[in-house]
């Protein structure tokens, strides 16, 4: 298939987000169903860059939040998120996802930094943990903390967040759903059904493809 026959899809999200974690289902049901002609591509999103403040990982809004909508929508997904004990800067993920991008292993990485906070609560700002996640995702751990230590990923995370201040994107997840030409712009975790539809739309309108 060439290049200019597949519909792509730009997800920028926050591993500190539960939203962006529960698309990860809907996107990975995607990949399944459309393969080789859907490339899924993750991007970087901090929600709270320093010095904002992080949020209260005891405070009321975080638990509303969750209470009203994140425990719902994760069991209509099928997934079991909690609560995290920590609620961490995510720069360093980030970063760490960039070096798993070079090696060819974004995807795993992106499910293991999801992984790792939602379900098991480790703090992503903390390097050893970074590490650590990394070695299950497949990556080499000195080479990966040589990588966070000399902060050579820092800009590629900037630049992510310059290129979704740009297309006005100000909250995640985001997808950006192209082809041909076409895009379209979806804000927040969407369903399935929506994801494919407007799959089907920016196929039938690009030039091309059939």
Request: hydrophobic share 40%; aromatic share 8%; with cysteine.
């Amino acid at each position: 298939m060439q290049k200019h026959d597949t519909i792509q899809i730009v997800v920028w999200s926050d591993y500190v987000c539960p939203f962006c974690y529960l698309e990860r289902p809907v996107l990975d049901q995607v990949k399944d169903e459309f393969g080789e002609q859907v490339q899924i591509d993750w991007r970087a999103f901090e929600l709270r860059p320093e010095p904002t403040p992080t949020l209260d990982p005891n405070g009321e809004y975080l638990h509303r939040v969750w209470n009203q909508s994140v425990y719902p929508m994760a069991e209509q997904r099928g997934m079991t998120l909690r609560l995290p004990p920590v609620q961490p800067y995510s720069r360093k993920a980030h970063e760490a996802a960039e070096f798993a991008r070079e090696q060819g292993l974004l995807d795993e990485m992106n499910r293991a930094l999801f992984k790792a906070f939602f379900e098991d609560g480790r703090d992503l700002a903390s390097l050893d943990v970074l590490i650590d996640i990394g070695l299950s995702a497949g990556l080499d751990a000195v080479a990966l903390r040589d990588g966070l230590d000399s902060g050579r990923y820092t800009q590629a995370v900037v630049e992510d967040e310059r290129v979704a201040r740009e297309v006005g994107i100000s909250g995640v997840p985001a997808l950006i759903v192209s082809a041909g030409g076409q895009a379209y712009l979806l804000s927040g975790a969407q369903p399935l059904k929506t994801v494919k539809e407007v799959i089907t739309r920016a196929r039938a309108e690009a030039p091309g493809i059939a």
